[in-house]
């Protein structure tokens, strides 16, 4: 199973979307709404301890871990209002993706792009031979590759003899070996290679018919249902019965496996199942884009090319900046953005000599921890094992976050940090949470998601106290995702609520 969607017969499926272990990645926000209760009487910071004491030590969360540090976001406006924790190691969920993104900007500036090329020499008579050398630009889709060809077609170019495909710039797993089985399956769980196209998933429509049908599959891309069988065994249900889906694929043969039920009537759910094999994937697609332009190839295949005399850039494409890639990492909480900059760290690093025979993304992680390290960032308040958070071996302290949030905040790129982070009840991932109440607007912070776990850490800007840096994890809860968000940003509401007495 890849994505479970659960709901009772009284709410919405998109209110209580539940993925089992894994990351709220690529879920739609309004699948995150929940009620906060609004609250307006302001608190003083003597108070502050108290009211976070009296959420946090509910009998619910008796058998849950709480780390949370809450600080002026300047020194120089006072010391710490709250401390639960807040050296101590937590499962962090997507808040992994602020020190990813931090690093990130710090180390490769916020106009790095990641370009895709097509090498070749002259064209001799019509016919050429191609190499293609993917970067692991994760923002690739099919209107790429078309641009690719038709560059290729104004050179003249009509015949390719014989086309390399190389997909070794990032060396090393694709999958992170601690990733979970449901997640890898999911879109949200894509391989990251360097020739990644669509997200390297493939995204389908499950929409409800009359009632005692199977739902409706509709393919984004209908050219990919002719290598796919479906197993539907899902079945479209009366207005009291609950909801849930269950998608899944094979990983030996192209076999989707669809369960579950939705309401006749009930908006379509989107789905997206990851690619097996990307590099295979993209050669197809590219080789569908030539066609479209009347270039023929005769032979392709993926594997390491070298450069040979003459051979020259015929075509190419560029991400945009990172300034882009950032924000669609942490307003979305893009898992393979997250993972692909992890990898672009770790190209940068491997030019050391130290780190040349090194995985990409170990080189990466390796230079997250330098790069944070000169921000000023305790080393020894986090252990990273990979750059979107999905692995549970990630381990990262309140302290970690907020120094790095505050690191981020006196940097080139703090601008650009924090605007990527989604605002309460505005947009990203907190599109629906925090709506009508004192947070809304003034709280950018990222979230973060897996089953036991939930996280929220960012900035604050109270109306009457200066601006706060603030991390709450929850962990080892065996509440649900909303119940652990429920008190979450009843806590952040008790930030926005200060004011100086």
Known sequence: MIVKWMANFAQPIGALLLILGSQWAGVPASAQTQKTPPATQPICPAQLPDAIDAIANRPQFSRARWGILVEPLSPTDGQTLYNRQGEDYFIPASNEKLLTTAAALAKLGTQFR??????????????????????????????????????????????????????????????????????????????????????????????????????????????????????????????????????????????????????????????????????????????????????????????????????????????????????????????????????????????????????????????????????????????????????????????????????????AAAEIYQTSLPVAGVSGTLTYRFRDTTAQGIVQAKTGTVTGVSALSGYARPLNYPPLVFSIIVNQSHQSAGQQRQAIDEIVLLLTRLRSC
């Open 114 to 411: 990641i370009r895709t090329s097509v090498y070749g020499t002259p064209v001799n008579g019509g016919e050429v031979s191609l190499r293609v050398v993917g970067r692991g630009d994760p923002s690739l889709t099919d209107s790429h590759l078309a641009s690719l060809a038709q560059q290729l077609k104004s050179r003249g170019i009509r015949q390719v003899g014989q086309m390399v495909v190389e997909d070794g710039y990032f060396q090393g797993q694709p999958v992170n070996p601690n990733w979970e089985w449901e997640d890898v399956q999911a879109g949200y769980g894509a391989p990251v290679n360097s020739l990644i196209v669509n997200e390297n998933a493939i995204n389908l429509t499950l929409s409800p018919q009359a009632a005692g049908q199977p739902l409706r599959v509709t393919w984004d891309d209908p050219k990919e249902a002719r290598g796919w069988r479906v197993e539907n065994d899902s079945v479209t249900v009366g207005p009291n019965e609950p909801e849930f889906l269950e998608v899944g694929r094979d990983f030996s043969r192209p076999i989707l496996r669809i369960k579950g039920q939705l309401r006749a009537g009930a908006e379509p759910e989107e789905v997206a199942v990851a690619i097996v094999n990307p590099a295979e994937n993209f050669l197809q697609r590219f080789q569908q884009a030539l066609a479209a332009e009347g270039i023929a190839v005769g032979r392709a295949q993926i594997a390491a090319g070298t450069p040979t005399a003459g051979e020259v850039e015929l075509a190419a494409v560029e991400s945009p900046p990172l300034s882009e890639l950032v924000m669609k990492t942490n307003q979305e909480s893009n898992n393979l953005y997250a993972e692909v900059l992890l990898r672009s760290l770790g190209t940068v690093a491997k030019a050391d000599a130290a780190m040349a025979g090194k995985d990409t993304a170990d080189a990466g992680l390796e230079a997250i921890k330098a790069t944070l390290t000169q921000l000023g960032v305790n080393a020894e308040s986090y252990v990273p094992e990979d750059g979107s958070g999905l692995s549970r071996h990630n381990l990262v302290s309140p302290e970690a976050l907020v120094q790095t949030l505050r690191a981020m905040a006196n940097s």
